[in-house]
């Protein structure tokens, strides 16, 4: 703490990413990244720039990627917004439309960089709990609020509400913004940008960082009606005019053009999904069900970051979180088939380890910590 | 606006950047940048990158990128900042020391994002005018203050202050934060980055897009005591973890490291800035003192608007600024060599034609505009 610091900057509690160790040869399967790379467009567009233009600054509307936005969502160019990954357009949602007298709305377990924002950007919020199964239910969000957020499909859960459901809490919630944070929709959902021409009040949040295999490039965007999108136009250029740099708007221009690759990768992420899904059953796994690029899953006999800590030695990374409620689950990406497939081999072996090492009764260091 | 908008948002007055036109043949003399190419190491090093690996996340740290930095300033790691692009480093700075009770200092007459982080952040300010020889009179300035930011030199007049003034300031202003704004110091003063071990209040911010000729990476950074720099990193781990992406952090790597294209390409601005003038001078401007890649010049007899007007329909772009004190100025950004020599060649051309008409008493649209 430094006297220089704001009374703001001293009460913050900054989001922590997952790792990015620095460490070869690991199986990363931390940050729901994509195991497979950018679309071999995006590869073309960039070797094809001219990269002497980088002299210049970047469109600051981001007109090139809000058009091929539009044209891939089918709405209007006014409707799409643009940012620096979609933690950027969120951060600025939050104070183009949450920062009301009214607390803001999202779910216990969630994505954990909302209660930072609402830090920063001084705003109440409140937490209606998921449900048991781990589900959100927007029926218990009261209307008289300053805002409702949440991921679908939520994180670190991995669960999905259908548009239906989606839609009834926009019926009944006409009055404030409500940001569906479609991060996964891609791996199992259906996106609610089919409802933002009837619900003047939906932005929808989605992120190249994931689908597009573009968490390098920084890109994110939000689609919704045209004054919303103004809204946040506003806020944006109070900040930062130009948060997309040339390079990464060309990226995303070229990744959203290649609908075939895009659907192929991820397939592959849905089947190998299933596949762990299954193997995480027989080895006695609770896996809680996902539309997601990863899986939420806890194990009756043991814990979890007593695992966490097991694979790591493997070299195998996973995310654990030591938080109520969830603090007996890993949340463990989904990579390659063959990164998978280590994973389920690398789980086998600890599992087996704790089982013989308890019944023999022979205390190892791993018996001791698994207990 | 939009019902849905929160009052904050409804407030704002967003910064309008320099426009950037989407026609061919344009001398873009309007945004300052720069008019030579990056550093043919920095095509290479981008050449280079295995754009596969843009599928993961970019290092939130940015450690290659403060090393390089911190090497090339002589100053510790942990003394630097990166963000996207000094607007960025800037705005996270206004919410990490300017947030005070008491009000930010800034001229009246400087770079117009200030009062605009400002209303976002809903900072209170004063603005201390510049002299009537458009100098900053730090010695004006109260220390009873929440802060104090300045350009250095500033924008859009291009005047110098000397680090002695600077220190001075910083004697008696011990007990809130200054930061100095060096976006264009490398186009003809010295940093005050060699202070920062002296003043743990004292913050240099400077950018990638002038001197470096990476407008288009979206690359800024800071550069002071250590506590105020982990302030700056508490409040955008808090906003974005990953504002960086990878290609930008390898573009200003190898841009820190090519030393003498640097140089090379700033004494080349220096030298066209000496010429042009010269030439404005013969041409009867009266020109501000300029230690930028850009001048602040006016004309005693010609009104600054028209000349703006009609030097754009010679597809010759500068920018004019419609703000008290200053609407009779041009701020014209240094280009090529070529480039500038055809600025001067119209700017005859413009009054010449102005001064015939009016003896000739002709009545021609040019005439009546330039009146």
Redesign the interface.
Known sequence: M?R??????RG???????E?P?VADLI?LN?N??????SPK??AA??GFD??????????NCDSLKQALADYHQVERKQVFVG??S??VL?LSF??????AKPLLFPDITYSFYP??C??FEIDYQQPPLNEAFEIDLQAYPTDNGGIIFPNPNAPTGRLLGLNEISTLLERNRD??VIVDEAYIDFGGESAIKLVNQY??LLVVQTF?KSR??????VGFAIG?A??I??L????????????????LT?GVAAIEDKTYFESSRQKIIDSREWLVAELEKLGFDTVPSATNFVFSRHPKHDAEVIFKELRKRKIIVRYFSKPRIDQYLRITIGTQQEVEALVVALKEILGAAKKTKSSNVSTRIAETLV
């Open positions: 430094s220089f610091w704001s009374e703001l900057a913050l509690e900054p989001y922590v990413p997952g990015q620095k990363k940050t990244e994509n195991p497979y790379p950018p995006v590869m960039i070797d990269l002497e233009n980088l002299k210049l600054y970047p469109d600051p620096n990954g933690d950027e951060g104070l183009a439309f949450f920062k009301q930072v924002y830090k920063l404030s913004v003047p009040n960082s295999s573009l968490a390098g490039s920084r009606d004054e919303l103004e809204g136009e506003r806020v944006k250029n109070s900040f930062n005019s130009y948060p997309l740099d040339m390079l990464a990226a």
